[in-house]
């Protein structure tokens, strides 16, 4: 697959998803890419590879560079030392220094700072090894030692720069300092940039890095973007920490004052402080005067803001308003969300804010009224107008910090923000206010993409933002108005892919669910022709790989069972697993403590351990639950082990809590790692190894396979000899996952964060994974007010929409994935399944999906018990779906020049679908022609079907309606009475020749049958073509040629370079504009210089059709009507006349 890598590495910007699935190597495959195209290579001396992902314990930087010393030896080792970065967190670094594995000078060791970060890193390791559970008291640690750490380098950064007498300090002088040869080791961002491969988490080159030499380093800007690629591992993953640092910030940025007094604040400046001229120096004229008159226009600005809406008064609630909190909500819709009036049960209604000033009182009274008021009274509109005010100054000081870093690029753009922020008077005495306008700066510019048409095209806009309405708690006579503001994290990712290449990769990056992937069409709407999509040969490439991994897979067997979920069945539950009364009611007593689910939970997984405990094939398991134990007082260890217990003695298995203990491992919470590591060891002894954990925990990224034990059968999937020394884990428990939406449940206080990232997904929901206009507002509606109260209860429903079904299955393939990352598997591999899931996967299409057999049998498992009387209309939409697709990769080969290449997959496309009209689940699941097909939404086998369509397959709308019926007839049929199969049978010739290609005369009932892009546009062509072809070579002894690539596709054949063939498998329902079409055919001939050419339609189902034949400039063109007639005798005139021309 590294020729992927090679292709899409090449591009200068844009993106392309790799969708491999687990265990394909995506690492393996992008290190030697790494190494071979780059290390070494002049051809890429200017260009740097970034390597992101979500977990820094995934990051594959000593692998890379074991690799590299083994291919080059002490060279390859320089190569690492001088051109590789890790870049971790700066505590991290020090944790080498701190642990005495780094030396540093005596003199170093004893500064007091250095001393300081010593026992803050001493004091954070006596907790961590106490065991103590106090999350408040280890970030107090945490942020005491990190505090320790930036002083420490911050210093470090001073004393350095102090002994080069301020000269710009390289790598080279750093090493070959008596005092600081060290530092590189602590902070590799020293070698930031002369970098050739830095490997990085996303939230790591999401801020500045201090590089210590040379000022901060911020990634996400033009000029660091230039001759860049990305390799982003997991993802879709991405986006979660991505969107937790939007939130984070967004939080952050909340609480630094409200709008009106920051607005007031920059007022103040710009009233009382002229323009800077020192700040570019006198000489620079033009420039000044340019930055003068924006000056002068924000001071304009600023004065009219603070006289027209009397800003330097309080705003105040009208007495009699007695809601604590109101919110002013706006987005793309703009729409405003507040309080209801009095007597309105609504809860929230669309109103108005109005701003009336108090002369007498000397402030701004605000009220709710239900008529918009006058643009100078709207509330809306004033605190619009004043967070432009705040944005444009962000941009003048953007601007001056631009002009700043060009006339002294010496300095970097960090730097050069804090010495432009001091020369408008916001200094370090003023913080607060210096990093709410660097974050605004790095929102609204570093942020933000550039192409503004393409981002109204993708839908994505800049963000949403809300204005929380409160009274100030310490001086009721003001009302604060905090402002949130979020941005959407698809926009980070378009400024990185208009100045670079990316390539993401991930086994689920092309599920399509917004709320737990990137909205890839935003992303491909704005980056246009360089958003780069897997042709079918790139695809061919992965699916080819997917075979060669698992193409000895049957040598093992995967055993799938269903466990009872279901909360209104416990006492059912309780009767089919415990039989003896003691237990019965010992189970039974636990339901005054926990709820049913849980309960069910807890004896759900008992029966799945006494399973387990009894299998000689299945030594390790894991359990993927939705909540860890120890949640709550009662859904623990203890509780779990005791039902453990109860069931193991009532199926005649007596077995102590100590030994059961032994087996089982939790793989959750601070303890994490550690107990991986134990259960490893105690499966790598052969012994048997029970882990517990949850989707959260161990997701996207985790390796738990472990080193094969002695005695223990095992068999390689593929014979491959790499990836053999471990294997993976025998079984896996998959809970119905329910923490897949935020829905805001529970009764704890909704935090400014939660209601974010409720926000967040609503808004991602509406825009792309089709929430409805009504839906949407109740779920504003809702989170609004349960921010206000939190036993609010939630209104909707959103369990069986697609946008769900795929967000689920995006965990799923992640959580069946921990079982593929090895070639190696035992006897058996086993899952259990909630049979509530049975319907979230069978409904889930996997026709653009890249799938490890795992994941792909679970799905024929589940599709084969889907209940067949449940809503079908997500099969409705795959059916259409893959028609439009398919439609579009047909145009995409057939448009524009023929290659090689491309003429060789069209053969391979047009003989697979005419050699396959239906088709059974096993042969065209994960096929790289599979969305060609479609099926029966209802559990039948199919051998026809009707549609209807106005238009080319391009479009699927309310005024052209792509309607696809396996019942009601439409206008054109799908079917072999359709496509004139009987008429051939009647052929001897043809019947004998399509028998011994192994081409079917009949559509058989199957699982799958062709889309109506597939049998109009190639089925019936190619099925006419090979009639025609075998009748006049056999019937006029000649041999029809292939064209050759320059103009393949023109006509079907030639005869000679004079005489021409085109076939035909027209009706007489298929209406043709003859003048048109002949016109066309003209054109075609002067393209390839042809004297005659021969329009052959195979059957004439017309008697009064007959042969028109056509003269123009010299040239002829024949209409032949059939070959055959209704009865598949051969209509001897039409052979007569072609014989004339092809002789």
Not at 516 to 541: G, M, R, T, V
Not at 964 to 979: H, P, R, T
Request: hydrophobic fraction near 35%.
């Amino acid at each position: 697959m590294k020729e992927l890598f090679i292709k899409f590495g090449s591009f200068i910007s844009g993106l392309s998803i790799f969708p491999f699935p687990t265990g394909l190597g995506k690492t393996f495959f992008s290190l030697q890419y790494i190494i071979e195209e780059f290390v070494f290579n002049n051809k890429h001396s200017k260009k740097q590879i970034i390597f992101l992902t979500t977990l820094k314990k995934n990051l594959p930087y000593e692998e890379l560079c074991e690799k590299i010393e083994q291919k080059y030896g002490e060279k390859g080792k320089e190569y690492c030392d001088d051109f590789v970065v890790h870049l971790k967190s700066n505590v991290d670094c020090v944790i080498g220094l701190l642990e005495g594995r780094i030396k540093i000078p005596k003199v170093e060791k004893e500064a007091s700072l250095y001393l300081e970060l010593e026992q803050c890193y001493k004091d954070y390791l006596r907790f961590k090894d106490s065991n103590i559970d106090d999350s408040a008291y280890k970030k107090q640690l945490e942020a005491q030692l990190s505090k320790a750490e930036r002083n420490f380098r911050k210093d470090l950064s001073k004393r350095i720069k102090e002994s080069f007498k301020n000269r710009t300090v390289s790598i080279d002088l750093l090493r070959n300092h008596e005092r600081f040869s060290w530092v590189e080791e602590v902070y590799p961002q020293v070698k930031l940039k002369q970098a050739k491969v830095v490997f990085a988490t996303i939230k790591k080159v999401f801020f500045s890095v201090d590089t210590i030499i040379s000022g901060k380093h911020t990634f996400i800007v033009d000029s660091n973007l230039k001759d860049r690629l990305f390799i982003i591992d997991e993802f879709d993953s991405c986006k979660k920490d991505l969107l937790d640092l939007f939130i984070d910030i967004a939080d952050r940025n909340a609480n630094k004052g409200d709008v009106i007094s920051r607005v007031n604040e920059v007022h103040s400046i710009l009233n009382s402080k002229p323009y800077p001229v020192n700040l570019f120096g006198i000489n620079q004229e033009a420039l000044n005067n340019r930055f003068k008159k924006r000056y002068r226009s924000l001071v304009k600005r600023a004065k009219t803001y603070n006289k027209d809406y009397k800003l330097s008064f309080p705003y105040k609630f009208t007495e009699d308003n007695d809601q604590p909190k109101s919110f002013l909500f706006s987005d793309f819709t703009n729409e405003t969300i507040a309080e209801p009036s009095e007597g309105e049960d609504t809860g929230f209604v669309r109103s108005y804010y109005q701003r009336h000033f108090r002369v007498k009182e000397k402030y701004n009274e605000v009220s709710i009224i239900n008529e918009k008021p006058t643009d100078s009274k709207n509330l809306l509109l004033v605190l619009n107008n004043i967070n432009k005010l705040l944005i444009q100054f962000s941009n003048f000081v953007y601007d001056l910090t631009e002009e700043y870093t060009n006339l002294n690029s010496e300095v970097s753009y960090d730097d050069a923000i804090y010495t432009v922020l001091d020369a408008l008077h916001i200094d370090s005495q003023k913080r607060e206010i210096q990093e709410y306008f660097i974050q605004l700066i790095e929102y609204y510019h570093i942020i933000t993409p550039a192409n503004n048409e393409n981002l109204k095209l993708s839908l994505i806009t800049k963000g949403f933002h809300y204005i929380d309405i409160f009274d100030n708690p310490s001086h009721n006579t003001r009302t604060v108005f905090k402002k949130v503001e979020a941005f959407f994290p698809e926009l980070w990712l378009m400024k990185i892919c208009e100045n670079a290449m990316v390539i993401g990769m991930s086994a689920t990056a092309n599920i399509s669910s917004s709320i737990s992937n990137f909205a890839i069409p935003s992303l491909s709407a704005y980056l246009n022709e360089h958003f780069y999509q897997l042709d079918l040969f790139d695809e061919e490439i992965i699916r080819n790989s997917i075979y060669q991994k698992y193409k000895l897979f049957d040598k093992t067997k995967l055993n799938i069972k269903e466990i009872n979920d279901t909360t209104s069945n416990l006492n059912n539950i309780i009767n089919l697993n415990f039989k003896l009364r003691p237990h019965k009611t010992m189970v039974s007593s636990l339901s005054d403590q926990l709820e049913e689910i849980d309960i069910i939970r807890l004896i759900n997984i008992a029966v799945i351990y006494y399973d387990f405990k009894v299998s000689n094939n299945i030594n390790s398991f894991i359990c993927f639950l939705n909540k860890g134990f120890n949640d709550s007082k009662y859904f623990n260890r203890h509780q779990l082990i005791k039902v453990i217990k109860a069931y193991l003695k009532e199926k005649g298995l007596k077995k102590s809590e100590n030994e059961i203990n032994k087996d089982i491992f939790f793989a959750i919470g601070p303890t994490y790692q550690k107990n991986i590591e134990n259960v490893r060891k105690r499966a790598e002894m052969g012994e048997k190894a029970f882990l517990i954990t949850t989707y959260n925990t161990m997701g996207a990224g985790q390796n738990i396979q472990y080193k094969i034990p002695e005695d223990i059968n095992v068999y390689s999937i593929n014979g491959l000899d790499y990836n053999n020394e471990e294997k993976d884990f025998d079984g896996c428990y998959l809970e119905t996952p329910t923490y897949v939406i935020n829905s805001l449940s529970g009764d704890n206080k909704v935090e400014t964060k939660d209601l974010l990232q409720f926000l967040y997904e609503t808004t991602y929901l509406f825009l792309f994974d089709g929430l409805s206009y009504t839906e949407r507002y109740l779920r504003l509606l809702f989170g609004f007010k349960k921010n206000r109260n939190k036993y609010e209860k939630a209104p909707f429903n959103n369990k069986r929409k697609m946008f769900f079904i795929n967000a689920i299955n995006k965990i799923i393939i992640q959580a069946v994935g921990r079982l593929s990352r090895t070639n190696t598997k035992g006897i058996e591999t086993k899952i259990y399944i909630d049979q509530s899931l049975i319907e979230y996967i069978g409904k889930f299409d996997i026709s653009s999906m890249f799938l490890g057999k795992e994941y792909e049998l679970l799905h024929q498992y589940c599709f084969e018990k889907l209940s067949w009387n449940s809503d079908s209309s997500h099969l409705k939409d795959i059916n259409i779906n893959n028609t439009i697709l398919s439609n579009e990769i047909i145009k995409k080969i057939t448009y524009g020049s023929w290659d090689e290449r491309y003429i060789q997959l069209y053969h391979e496309l047009s003989d697979f679908i005419l050699s396959n009209p239906t088709i059974s689940q096993n042969k065209i699941s994960n096929h790289r022609f599979a969305k060609f097909f479609i099926r029966n939404p209802q559990p039948s086998k199919v051998n026809s079907y009707s549609f209807f369509t106005d238009t080319d397959f391009s479009i699927h709308t309310k005024e052209h309606p792509l309607e696809i019926s396996f019942d009601n007839k439409k206008s054109f049929e799908v079917s072999d009475l359709s496509a004139r199969l009987d008429i051939i049978q009647k052929v001897p010739l043809l019947r004998d020749e399509f028998l011994n290609r192994k081409i079917p005369l009949v559509f058989t009932e199957n699982d799958y049958i062709l889309n109506p892009v597939a049998y109009r546009n190639i089925y019936l062509g190619r099925l006419g073509e090979l009639a025609g072809q075998i009748l006049l070579e056999k019937t006029l002894n000649i041999e029809l040629l292939e064209l050759p690539e320059e103009i393949f596709e023109v006509f079907d054949f030639r005869v000679n370079d004079d005489v021409y063939i085109d076939f035909k498998h027209w009706n007489t329902s298929y209406a043709v504009k003859a003048t048109k079409e002949r016109q066309r055919n003209f054109e075609k001939m002067n393209r390839v210089d042809a004297k005659v050419v021969l329009i052959i339609n195979l059957i004439n189902d017309d008697p009064n059709h007959r042969i028109i034949e056509t003269a123009q400039g010299g040239k002829e063109l024949i209409e032949i009507p059939g070959l055959l007639d209704n009865d598949g005798k051969l209509i001897n005139s039409s052979f007569i006349k072609i014989q004339k021309y092809v002789n």
